[in-house]
């Protein structure tokens, strides 16, 4: 008994966290400046950048361009992004990043 217990009690969390995957949170769509969004990127991750020597650089044409986004959730997809660039660049020469 104490057996199908355990057993029950381990298919139970598989179960709340495959829930958890399988439902993904609701976006919280606004209109985004992409330049603001970029800009607020770099200065997140700029001690990074700094430590690393690495020189970032935004481009977004047009300047007003916008996207209706969740903006959290592309700030962290871009946090990422970013910061697996860094790890990559890490021992080159002259490393840059671009966000465009």
Not at 14 to 26: N, T
Not at 64 to 77: I, K, R
Not at 94 to 99: K, V, Y
């Amino acid at each position: 008994v104490d057996r199908v217990g355990k057993r029950a009690e381990h298919l139970m969390r598989f179960v709340q966290a495959y829930r958890k995957i399988s439902e993904p949170p609701l976006l919280q769509k606004t209109d985004v400046k992409i330049a603001q969004l970029f800009s607020n990127i770099k200065t997140l991750m700029q001690s990074q950048l700094d430590n690393y020597h690495i020189q970032m650089t935004i481009s977004v044409v047009p300047e007003y361009l916008s996207g209706y986004l969740d903006a959290t959730h592309m700030e962290q997809l871009l946090i990422n992004l970013v910061q697996n660039s860094i790890e990559a660049l890490a021992d080159q020469a002259h490393p840059q990043i671009q966000l465009r």
